[in-house]
């Protein structure tokens, strides 16, 4: 039915929030043993740097960049950011790559449509997405990517899309794409005529399927639910 997919990473090959815990728990606890701060304060001071950084950098993959959250996390705790920041950024990625596991569902859609050209569709910096598709090995069936840092816009946006059909060099009609986020994943793909896959955990009634199917899109627990 599809000659090709554009496919999200992140919460959808492999559970974002399990390695992003440990990540972040390795950075408090850097924090508390190095200056003997309250991991409460600590977490409270960590997520304003974010929003700092969110509201400066909005929809840009600099938004996500875990060195300034902690360059700007040491600023607003007056501890110096020249000496720590770097480690703190290593020390997150390092933790997170380690817990980083290909989920089951991916590896049943890999098995089945991975002889597919598939294009990894997917926000955040170039370097540390390349990071990910190696540790997760996506080398063996993915033939190109499209970070939200290269494209200069994060999803929804059209462009994001578009580059990856031209690195495909597939039309619309010949591609769905496969991903989590509603707002992101499936309404991007919507623009431009994508039908898609959207992984989900609602609950959804009847009427609720047959909707989103009139409009191109198809809600599935699993990836391994996935076929055509």
Known sequence: MFKGIL???DNTLYQYEPCHQLAQQAQFDYFSHTFSLDPAYIEQVYN????????????SASSHNRLLYAQITCELL???????????????????????TLSTGAEQLFSRYGHL?????????????????ARLELMRWADCIVTSEEAGCEKPHP?????????????????CMVGDNYNKDILGAQYLGIKSYWLTQQEHTEDEITQLRSQGVIPIACLGDIQW
């Open 48 to 59: 304003q740097a974010k929003a700092l950084v969110k509201s400066r950098l909005p929809a």
């Open 7 to 9: 496919l999200d990473i």
């Open 78 to 100: 007056e501890i110096d950011a020249l000496k720590h920041s770097l480690s703190l950024y290593n020390l997150y990625w390092d933790t997170f790559l380690k817990a980083l």
């Open 159 to 175: 462009y994001m899309f578009e580059l990856g059909l031209r690195k495909l060099n597939l039309s619309s009609e010949e591609v």
């Open 117 to 133: 050209p598939i294009c990894l569709l997917t926000d955040l910096t170039a370097d540390i997405q390349h990071k990910k598709v």
